[in-house]
């Protein structure tokens, strides 16, 4: 039960520029989370959204959740090699443990 | 820091094994996840603990089975292995029960079932 997509599905960029991508969900939501996958590696927990915050900065991260489009973005500033990775968003499943994954964003970071 | 361990980074087994996957933390969390991840499918959850001996089922646990004896530890079990099950298994570990708590994973195990 998949409740979180990511869009775009890649992206490549040029070191130094900016690279945004999108996560949409279905149903409502008190947090959402994104994550960052390095090829071979596991996820690693980058930053957590509550509902009632519009905006958060971590770093070079930026990311907004409009809960009224059910959506979110992730901006990642100055982008550097070391960013090439997969980007995940996380919602959770009803109110319990469980978190449920979109398929990925992978992020390509041109020297 | 949070460590997550998984035992293998690689695994090659035969059909109808029964082949096991470990996997430890050392933060004394309460809740540990295992999920498996495809290509264009995201992860998706195996099964879950949030206890010692506790364990709940996920969106996909058929084939498989789970064992937690002690809290850093929850093993992963294919009971009879099959091609199917080819996949990168995810081990992940969080601090208490809620949805707003951030998941730990380890390195994942790349399992090749022959």
């Known amino acids: 039960s998949q409740q979180g997509e990511e869009d775009p599905q890649a992206l490549s960029i040029q070191e130094g520029e900016n690279a945004t991508m999108n996560c949409s969900y279905k149903t409502s939501i008190n947090n959402l989370q994104w994550y960052r996958q390095n090829s071979g590696r596991g996820l690693v927990h980058l930053i957590l959204?509550?509902?009632?915050?519009r905006e958060k900065h971590s770093g070079r991260l930026r990311v907004t959740l409009d809960t009224s489009k059910k959506s979110s973005s992730l901006l990642i500033t100055a982008s550097r090699a070391a960013d090439t990775a997969s980007y995940f968003c996380?919602?959770?499943?009803?109110?319990?443990?469980?978190?449920?994954f979109g398929a990925g964003t992978t992020v390509t970071v041109r020297a | 820091d949070v460590k997550v361990t998984q035992s293998s980074r690689y695994l090659v087994k035969r059909t109808g094994e029964k082949v096991f996957l470990e996997c430890v933390q050392d933060?004394?969390?309460?809740?540990m996840f295992w999920y498996r991840q495809d290509p264009g499918l995201g992860l998706r959850l195996i099964y879950f603990s949030y206890d010692v001996k506790m364990k709940e089922k996920g969106d996909i646990p058929e084939g498989y089975s789970v064992s937690r004896e002690k809290k850093e530890r929850f093993s992963l079990i294919l009971e009879s292995a099959s091609t199917n099950q080819t996949s990168m298994y995810l081990c992940?570990?969080?601090?208490?029960?809620?949805?707003?708590?951030?998941?730990?994973f380890g390195d994942g195990t790349r399992l090749s079932i022959l």
């Open positions: 959204i509550r509902s009632n915050e």
């Open positions: 992940a570990s969080s601090l208490y029960g809620g949805s707003n708590q951030p998941q730990h």
């Open positions: 933060m004394d969390h309460e809740n």
């Open positions: 996380a919602t959770p499943l009803s109110n319990d443990y469980k978190l449920s």
